[in-house]
């Protein structure tokens, strides 16, 4: 039963929140008329109450490790720190047993992902890639491996001459086992235009995924927001992920990414206001009927502000991470990462309940 006092004086607000309690499908329209509302905590309070349906107070964590084969990267997106070009100075590109012995030196007990994703680095061949995933596999059988963008995937259909489901095909039998979300940033071929996102553009980073899910994978997706995007143009985003997600059912979390401004495009050279990454949250709960969970990253929003978005709709807190680069090279200030007992006590500090789970959402331990 919905606690959200009515009747409202703002009648599109009502016309919303009764679409919302009936399960009617938000449309673009709706989407945009929440952004441009100030009424901040009705919208928190549906969108709240949209997730308790979905997931009770239960909110998910995972001990994860994110690692970075290379930062060498033909793509010059505007927004982006991370990439070095080959030979500048902090450009690397590490061998598969660089990397074990990186693992070896920060791994901690209990995790089990890596998050593995990197530069377009036109310098190696396809094959480099794959050995990469096979030595980590290898090494660590019973850590799951979370790989490379939908864009990193469309390089490496360059690279290599391969299709896309040829490419998903040898990094599987390589280790393979999901997708990591990135590359999404908005999906508008006008806003990748503006924004220099030299790498897949709209159609390619929906048909990867949908390759992935049609070959038994189960992915993630994104959207990076805080830059020269329309509030519609968010919204469109959120839609077409829908749409995917209504084909497909391959995705399991929505992770809204805030805008660093640590750049080279002077127009995005500010951060998000919290206000701003609460509504975000909320609306990508209330869009995304489809899909069961919507991450609080805290990396770009910070511990503090993932407490109060697990009031806003967000059931996942991310993970133990290790040592986060790419955020954190665009200007983050938040932790590179948290353990799992401070996840823990942020979770339960929410009034929530923490669960650690794997890649798939399979619960692990339940901390009442």
Not at 151 to 167: H, M, N, P, Q, Y
Not at 229 to 254: A, P
């Amino acid at each position: 039963m919905s606690t959200l006092v009515t009747p409202f004086t703002d009648k599109r607000m009502a016309e919303i929140v009764e679409k919302v309690q009936n399960g009617v499908r938000l449309t673009v329209e709706d989407g945009v008329y929440l952004y441009e509302s100030d009424d901040l905590l009705t919208l928190g309070q549906l969108a709240n109450e949209a997730n308790l349906r979905k997931n009770g107070k239960k909110v998910y964590f995972i001990e994860n490790m994110s690692l970075y084969f290379t930062n060498v990267c033909e793509a010059h997106c505007a927004f982006c720190n991370f990439r070095k070009d080959q030979g500048e100075d902090g450009s690397y590109t590490l061998s598969g047993q660089e990397m074990i012995d990186y693992v070896e030196q920060h791994i901690h007990p209990g995790v089990r992902e890596f998050h593995i994703v990197g530069g377009h680095n036109n310098h190696v061949p396809f094959q480099y890639y794959v050995d990469s995933l096979r030595a980590l596999n290898e090494k660590y059988p019973d850590v799951t491996l979370k790989a490379y963008t939908a864009a990193e995937i469309d390089f490496f259909t360059r690279i290599s001459g391969l299709s896309i489901k040829e490419v998903l095909q040898e990094l599987q039998k390589a280790g393979l086992k999901s997708l990591t979300g990135g590359g999404a940033e908005i999906l508008s071929d006008e806003y990748r235009k503006k924004m220099r996102v030299n790498k897949a553009n709209v159609d390619r980073y929906l048909e990867v995924h949908r390759t992935a899910h049609n070959l038994g994978m189960r992915t993630h997706t994104t959207m990076l927001y805080g830059s020269i995007e329309s509030y519609e143009d968010r919204v469109n985003h959120m839609v077409q992920i829908r749409e995917l997600q209504d084909e497909t059912n391959g995705f399991m979390v929505f992770i809204p990414l805030s805008m660093q401004p640590k750049s080279k495009n002077a127009s995005i050279m500010r951060r998000n206001s919290a206000y701003e990454d609460l509504k975000t949250i909320a609306i990508s709960r209330l869009m995304l009927d489809n899909i069961d969970h919507i991450k609080a990253y805290f990396i770009n929003i910070g511990p503090q502000l993932t407490q109060v978005a697990l009031g806003f709709g967000a059931s996942d807190a991310h993970g133990t991470i290790v040592r986060e680069r790419i955020s954190h090279a665009a200007g983050a200030l938040t932790p590179e990462g948290l353990t799992r007992k401070e996840l823990i006590w942020l979770i339960k500090g929410a009034g929530r309940i923490p669960v650690e789970r794997d890649t798939f959402y399979n619960e692990i331990q339940v901390y009442e």
